[in-house]
């Protein structure tokens, strides 16, 4: 019984990486067809709708009784918030399979935050890789652009924003989990999410004076679709995952899975949507997924003692 529920992190692992593989694809679908944050706030006003309602029917439980809910809000700023807006500006500018890559070097980042907030040691090896996962992204944009490819620096940045923000959000959801379940936290952050992004959505949209339309992508099935996949799929359950997965093992760890969400969205990209697949994108690839294997090859295991004694960190 015991080795199951040892393996119960991991096949979650897998399951929310092979969610969050196809999410490129069905964001690049949706936002071709609508503003960004009129889309986005459908996508999270449909999740935290629908978290509302297992709520009402005790499918899910939640209790925030006694506990910071700020510091769970602050969780939602940088994920879905910041995040989603990085990452829907970069596939709009970017191919998805190219945003995929990018999406590889999180677990670089969630090493470097351990080190700073959760104080781990990096070892002169960690070092050596990092170094080569961040040459691999720098060589990919080098060549995109330097061959004439559809490259677009303000894309790579705006990916490299969502890296960094959800990289941020593995450490934080870490160090939360030691007060909220992974459910308390996915509903708090589909909340904020819906609320941001509708707001700014409503505004946006109010200064075309079509108040009587905003919800009417949701008859349009081109829309429906990904907006369906990515709220109830890529959002509620993806995030609820996500959540659970950082409360059983440490940040490092659990952000190598950002390994199979890449070459996920490559294989959409490229085979579903036809995007362009180069041999310079191959060998940058793989200059990311060696160096991200080998961080995580020789990662220090984040103690309960490092946990603890910098809780003040995130304050």
């Not at 925030?64 to 969780?75: E, V, W």
């Not at 061959?147 to 894309?155: C, E, P, Q, R, T």
């Not at 697949?277 to 997924?289: N, P, V």
């Amino acid at each position: 019984m015991e080795r199951k529920m040892n393996i119960l992190p991991y096949a979650s692992g897998v399951a929310y990486a092979t969610i969050f593989g196809f999410s490129f694809l069905m964001s690049r679908m949706g936002l071709d067809r609508m503003e960004l944050f009129h889309f986005l706030g459908l996508r999270f006003l449909i999740a935290s709708l629908s978290m509302t309602l297992l709520i009402i029917a005790r499918v899910i439980k939640v209790d925030f009784r006694g506990k910071n809910l700020k510091l769970a809000i602050y969780l939602g700023l940088l994920q879905p918030f910041v995040y989603m807006i990085c990452e829907a500006t970069s596939i709009t500018l970017i191919p998805s399979s190219q945003v995929g890559i990018m999406i590889a070097i999180i677990p670089i980042f969630v090493i470097i935050f351990s080190r700073v907030f959760l104080k781990e040691y990096i070892t002169v090896r960690q070092g050596f890789f990092v170094a080569l996962s961040v040459s691999g992204v720098i060589f990919l944009v080098l060549m995109q652009s330097g061959l004439g490819g559809d490259s677009n620096i303000l894309g790579y940045l705006a990916a490299l924003a969502a890296v960094i923000s959800a990289a941020g959000f593995n450490v934080y959801s870490r160090r939360l989990s030691q007060e909220f379940t992974p459910f308390e936290l996915t509903y708090v952050i589909m909340v904020v999410g819906a609320l941001l992004f509708n707001i700014i959505g409503i505004v946006r949209y109010s200064q075309l004076g079509q108040y009587s339309s905003y919800l009417a992508p949701l008859t349009d099935s081109n829309i429906l679709v990904p907006l369906l996949y990515l709220a109830i799929l890529s959002s509620a359950v993806a995030f609820g995952l996500v959540n659970y997965t950082l409360s059983q093992i440490a940040a490092a760890q659990a952000s190598v899975f950002a390994n199979l969400v890449t070459i996920i969205s490559i294989i959409a990209g490229v085979i579903i949507n036809g995007e362009a697949f180069f041999w310079y994108h191959l060998l940058g690839a793989l200059m990311i997924l060696l160096g991200v294997w080998g961080v995580n090859r020789f990662v220090v295991q984040e103690a309960p003692e490092s946990l603890e004694g910098s809780s003040g960190s995130f304050h």
